[in-house]
């Protein structure tokens, strides 16, 4: 089951704050996620509300720049039965299921070209 859809945002570390309260405030949304990923040199945030997520991605341009062609988090509850539908449907595997400090990852690519970021959080991070 899908729990939640961001759209990512990409921004420099020091803008990370910044970012966040125009979110909170644009979208009377709460911060609901926020966390360094040591392993990228990055630190993300989210920032949800009942119209729009957003995922914050934090840091310099060429840490980011290897997660820009990726368009959408998607936050499931459990991803392999998840996985399976979207294999079945035509999505390809991009990389194999990924440990983050959050919880667990992994990218598709849909059958329309999209790039999409599937994840399973098992901490609250925020």
């Not at 630190?43 to 509300?49: P, T």
């Not at 957003?54 to 990726?70: D, N, Q, S, Y």
């Not at 990924?98 to 598709?108: N, V």
């Given at each position: 089951m899908i729990l939640e859809t961001y759209t990512r945002v990409f921004v420099d570390a020091e803008a990370i704050?910044?970012?966040?309260?125009f979110y909170k405030a644009l979208l009377s949304g709460e911060q609901t996620l926020r966390f360094a990923y040591?392993?990228?040199?990055?630190?993300?945030?989210?920032?949800?509300?009942?119209h729009l997520s957003v995922l914050?991605?934090?840091g310099p341009p060429e840490k980011r720049a290897p997660f820009e062609a990726t368009r959408l988090t998607i936050k499931v509850d459990a991803l392999e039965p998840f996985l399976d539908v979207?294999?079945?449907?035509?999505?390809?595997?991009l990389e194999?299921?990924?440990?983050?400090?959050?919880?667990?990852?992994?990218?598709?690519?849909?059958?329309d070209g999209l790039i999409v970021e599937y994840v399973e959080n098992h901490t609250a991070a925020g």
């Amino acid at each position: 089951m899908i729990l939640e859809t961001y759209t990512r945002v990409f921004v420099d570390a020091e803008a990370i704050d910044t970012t966040i309260g125009f979110y909170k405030a644009l979208l009377s949304g709460e911060q609901t996620l926020r966390f360094a990923y040591p392993e990228t040199g990055l630190e993300l945030a989210a920032v949800s509300s009942p119209h729009l997520s957003v995922l914050i991605i934090a840091g310099p341009p060429e840490k980011r720049a290897p997660f820009e062609a990726t368009r959408l988090t998607i936050k499931v509850d459990a991803l392999e039965p998840f996985l399976d539908v979207l294999k079945q449907a035509g999505a390809a595997p991009l990389e194999p299921i990924q440990p983050t400090p959050a919880g667990r990852k992994t990218r598709l690519r849909h059958p329309d070209g999209l790039i999409v970021e599937y994840v399973e959080n098992h901490t609250a991070a925020g």
